[in-house]
Each structure stands twice: as structure tokens, then as C-alpha cells.
């Protein structure tokens, strides 16, 4: 135990040292970082956020527990065979990448973004319409449809 635990803080010193590393245990609380750079990575290619907040809706989420976690500790997410399926992120379907996950919440945080700005818009102008002088009031409108 002692000895894995030496040559991962080994590991992570000389990661610290590379900027090209895939991956970094960091001391403190952050925890672990991922090289994510235009010299680690291929060709970027866009990603159309509204259908991949489409899968996150349909993506089944639940609560559970790891066999060797204490009784009542819990975790929250999909399975990995889920996710894997629906985006088909990662190199396999048993585990998930924070990456991955970290990836797929921004660019679902983005599509709801425009999609209330295109909400907003719309209200805007149906206020705009509203507020004409020409336009009957409600209480007109209705008058008129009553009839005599």
C-alpha cells in the first residue's frame, strides 16, 4: 500500500513537470486535472448543444452505492453503460471521465442559455405587439366578441 501510494506521489511530482501530461494528481483538495490543450488533444469538433441536452433528459440518473461503500453512503449519476450509449464518449462503457462529464454539463449549461435568450426575446416582442396603440385592449377584444 505504502509503496503505491509512494510512486503515485512520484507519478504526480513529475507529472507537475509536464505540461503534456494526460492527466495530474494535484495536492490539496482539487484533487485530479486533465490536460485538455490544443497540443494534448486532436481536432476539436463542434458539438450542437440542444441534442446533447436532449440525451441528458432521456439519460436514466439514480442514486446508488458502490459493494464496498458503508450502507448508507449514496452517489448520483447515470450508470456507465447509460452514458456510454448515449454519447459514446470515453474508450469504454464501464467507467465515466470527469472530462466527459464536465464537458457535457457546459455545453448543456450553454443550450439552455440560448434557449432562454430566445425566450426572452419572444416575450419582448409579444410585449412590444402588446403595448401598440392600435391593438384593442383585452377588455375591448372581448366586448366585441360578446356582441350586443
Known amino acids: 500500500m505504502i509503496a ?3 510512486r503515485a506521489a512520484r507519478a504526480a511530482r513529475a507529472a507537475r513537470r509536464d505540461p503534456l501530461t494526460r492527466a495530474q ?3 490539496g483538495p482539487a484533487g485530479l486535472a486533465s490536460a485538455a490543450t490544443a497540443a494534448t488533444t486532436g481536432p476539436a469538433k463542434a458539438v450542437n448543444g440542444h441534442k446533447v441536452l436532449e440525451e441528458v433528459l432521456r439519460l436514466p440518473v439514480s442514486t446508488w452505492r458502490y459493494h464496498w461503500d458503508p450502507p ?3 452517489h448520483l449519476g447515470p450508470m456507465a453503460q447509460d452514458w456510454h450509449a448515449a454519447f459514446g464518449l470515453g474508450d469504454n462503457n464501464v467507467t465515466i471521465s470527469a472530462t466527459d462529464t464536465n464537458g457535457v454539463a457546459l455545453v448543456c449549461i450553454q443550450a439552455l442559455h440560448r434557449r432562454i435568450e430566445d425566450l426572452t426575446a ?8 402588446a403595448a401598440r396603440p392600435d391593438r384593442p385592449s383585452l377588455a375591448e377584444a372581448t366586448e366585441r366578441q360578446a356582441g350586443p
Open 25 to 27: 494528481v494535484l495536492a
Open 122 to 129: 419572444q416575450v419582448e416582442t409579444l410585449r412590444e405587439q
Open 72 to 74: 448508507d453512503v449514496r
Open 4 to 6: 503505491t501510494w509512494w
